[in-house]
Nanobody, 126 residues
Framework: QVQLVESGGGLVQAGGSLRLSCAASGRTFSNNAMGWFRQAPGKEREFVAAISWSGDRTYYKDSVKGRFTISRDNTKNTVYLQLTTLKPEDTAVYYC???????????????????WGQGTQVTVSS
């Protein structure tokens, strides 16, 4: 079992920044690839970013490349998502997720993840 708890969401003006954190407990965190997804009202959950278990490979949704940065600290069992130059269309609930068995491009698919956090709201005002 892996428990995931997100934090760091909030209300920010367009152009602002936030840093989301996802603290993991339970199963060995460093063995898992991790991902961030988001879901806006009335829309499907979509991939935002993912990182390999070692942190040496990262993957991003095209629209967030250059603005968002995913990272992890395996000594703290935590994965981060730095959000910069935020836009109103980034408004959503952001979820972190742990993937036990997949890697690479499979990390963009929500169904390949095994554990999910409860989400943290990010609201960007114009």
């Amino acid at each position: 079992q892996v428990q995931l708890v997100e934090s760091g969401g909030g209300l920010v003006q367009a152009g602002g920044s936030l840093r989301l954190s996802c603290a993991a407990s339970g199963r060995t965190f460093s063995n898992n690839a991790m991902g961030w997804f988001r879901q806006a009202p009335g829309k499907e959950r979509e991939f935002v970013a993912a990182i390999s278990w070692s942190g040496d490979r990262t993957y991003y949704k095209d629209s967030v490349k250059g603005r968002f940065t995913i990272s992890r600290d395996n000594t703290k069992n935590t994965v981060y998502l730095q959000l910069t130059t935020l836009k109103p269309e980034d408004t959503a609930v952001y979820y972190c997720a742990a993937c036990l068995y997949s890697s690479g491009t499979y990390l963009v698919t929500p169904s390949n993840y095994n554990y999910w956090g409860q989400g943290t709201q990010v609201t960007v005002s114009s």
